[in-house]
T-cell receptor
């Protein structure tokens, strides 16, 4: 069974540009979570989507947004990129909203120059 | 404020030795606590998950303990191997914040031959 996949693996953008990151959950999983892991810091919760709806949001500005598609895959969009947005962005999926276990993808390394 | 604190920040041990990592949390009301292993540049992989009614859980050479009264957990690694070199992250879920996880910054473990 395929795990959570993310694309691209690496992304390099310049300040002010927009970045789009993609995530495909494990087959059968309806919930997708996005996390930011900046260098030397712990994972910070960004967004949670379930059944196409945004269910919860972390303490990030509105320029971080996303969506979940009917096939449960998800996009994370970051507008007006800033240098401090450089980080590893991790996507996780789970079977249903109340399940304990979240399975993580390999991440997208975003570098803003 | 919901927080998860881990210690030590980093640890170096010799192959074959045991070690114990600590986690203190303030997340309330508590739902469950997980330990993840994260190799550099990769997504976290779950090691154990415990609810408030469980006080110990093992996964091979990894044994996690939980004291829900003092809000403390530990991860004990027995007979360490070079492949154990990674970041070990303590993650807590709260009952009132469905879908949202609170992450510690991790303990960076290095195992030397």
């Amino acid at each position: 069974e395929a795990g959570v996949t993310q694309s691209p693996t690496h992304l390099i953008k310049t300040r002010g540009q927009q970045a789009t990151l993609r995530c495909s959950p494990i087959s059968g999983h309806t919930s997708v979570y996005w996390y930011q892991q900046a260098l030397g810091l712990g994972l910070q919760f960004l967004l949670w989507y379930d059944e196409g709806e945004e269910r919860n949001r972390g303490n990030f500005p509105p320029r971080f947004s996303g969506r979940q598609f009917p096939n449960y895959s998800s996009e994370l969009n970051v507008n007006a990129l800033e240098l401090e947005d450089s980080a590893l962005y991790l996507c996780a999926s789970s079977f249903g909203a109340a399940t304990y276990e979240q399975y993580f993808g390999p991440g997208t390394r975003l570098t803003v120059t | 404020k919901n927080q998860v604190e881990q210690s030590p920040q980093s640890l170096i041990i010799l192959e074959g030795k045991n070690c114990t990592l600590q986690c203190n949390y303030t997340v309330s009301p508590f739902s469950n606590l997980r330990w993840y292993k994260q190799d550099t540049g990769r997504g976290p992989v779950s090691l154990t998950i415990m609810t408030f009614s469980e006080n110990t859980k093992s996964n091979g050479r990894y044994t996690a303990t939980l004291d829900a009264d003092t809000k403390q957990s530990s991860l004990h690694i027995t007979a360490s191997q070079l492949s154990d070199s990674a970041s070990y992250i303590c993650v807590v879920s709260g009952r009132s914040t469905l879908g949202r996880l609170y992450f510690g910054r991790g303990t960076q473990l290095t195992v030397w031959p």
